[in-house]
């Protein structure tokens, strides 16, 4: 489709673009091209160019350029995104609307909106959603190399951890055997498989052990990965002294399950332990509570002490890695 174009000499171009611009008819939704010495500048109205401008007529690319929500807005809304799933945290009814409304007018690849609806509750940390557009909760997100089902309406997932996930999975090594206590949809369990360990992941939630199970298939490492439902303290008696590294994801009540976890540790064993404390003492408790369960079998030593995030006014959510050596 051709345009008009105001046609002047390249050393004459900027001058003239910026003449263009101050009457306000440079039509941008066509690129500026350059062709043999000649700018070609593309405006809405041919008539409302200075009148010693050649006007020609030309076939000149369209501008692609992103509408992102806060053009639609006029403001920068906080949204993070999961797949094609974009997810707000927002109070005001119709605030939420409008920014629901933007992102699926907006150019961001999105199938649905959710806002959150309660904080994450119970056993298997799941919270309630307002679907604000598209229609289901289930997103398909990608993670360092790794991609991840998850239904978020009935289980547990957090893209805020990616960053922390990745850290402790650089420490990974193949031929390795690693146990997720509380494994979720595989988030650590996946990529330690990718990197040659050998995993157990345990979860309460049926749903996210399922989830788990379909991780490991869509990522290749399923003869890597063996999943068992249950509560962890009860289905592990075939993995005393086995675990080279465990993950133990459940900040608020960890320290109930260091008793198994000091079970299930081989010889040398590493354990990522995630914790929120008060930011007075954040990595003491569970410090304590890990020296007091390896009690005279383990020596004990801190290799990291690192905050994850901030979790609520003066909390922190931080996490020590610990090597357990016989
Ligand atoms: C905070 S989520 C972490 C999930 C995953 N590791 C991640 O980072 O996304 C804690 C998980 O522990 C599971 N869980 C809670 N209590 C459990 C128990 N006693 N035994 C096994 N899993 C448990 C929950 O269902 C939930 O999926």
């Known amino acids: ?27 941008k939704g066509h690129e500026i091209t350059v062709e043999e010495g000649s700018i070609y500048i593309p405006v809405t109205d041919p008539t409302a160019v200075p009148s010693a401008c050649t006007v020609v007529q030309r076939d000149v690319p369209a501008r692609h350029t992103q509408t992102m929500p806060a053009d639609v807005l006029g403001f920068e809304p906080s949204y993070e995104r999961l797949g094609e799933v974009v997810i707000l945290d927002e109070d005001d009814a119709d605030r939420t609307r409008d920014i629901a409304e933007a992102i699926m007018a907006s150019d961001l690849p999105a199938e649905t909106v959710l806002n959150r609806a309660s904080k994450v509750k119970g056993e298997q940390r799941v919270r309630e959603w307002d679907i604000l557009a598209g229609d289901g909760t289930e997103a398909i997100h990608r993670e360092y190399g790794c991609d991840f089902a998850v239904d978020l309406a009935d289980m547990y997932f957090s893209p805020r951890l990616a960053t922390e996930r990745h850290r402790v999975a650089k420490q990974v090594t193949a031929g390795e055997q690693a146990f997720d206590m509380f494994a979720g949809v595989g988030p650590f369990v996946i990529p330690f498989a990718d990197r040659g360990a050998t995993c157990v992941g345990v979860d309460v939630n049926p749903d996210a052990i399922e989830y788990l199970r379909e991780n490991a298939r869509r990522n290749g490492v399923e003869n890597r990965v063996t999943t068992i ?98």
């Open 1 to 27: 489709m051709t345009v008009p174009c105001v046609r002047v000499p390249r050393e004459d171009g900027e001058k003239t673009r910026t003449i263009l611009a101050d009457r306000d008819v440079i039509a």
């Open 229 to 326: 439902e249950g509560d962890v303290r009860e289905v592990v008696a075939d993995y005393g002294n086995w675990a080279d590294r465990l993950v133990m994801n459940l900040p608020h009540s960890a320290d109930e399950f260091l008793e198994t976890a000091v079970e299930l540790a081989s010889d040398d064993c590493v354990v990522h332990y995630y914790d929120i404390q008060h930011e007075d003492d954040p990595f003491g408790p569970g410090e304590r509570a890990i020296r007091e369960a390896a009690g005279d079998e383990y020596d004990v030593a801190v290799e990291t002490r690192r905050t994850v995030r901030s979790y609520a006014p003066h909390e922190l959510n931080v996490v020590l890695d610990v090597r357990l050596s016989r």
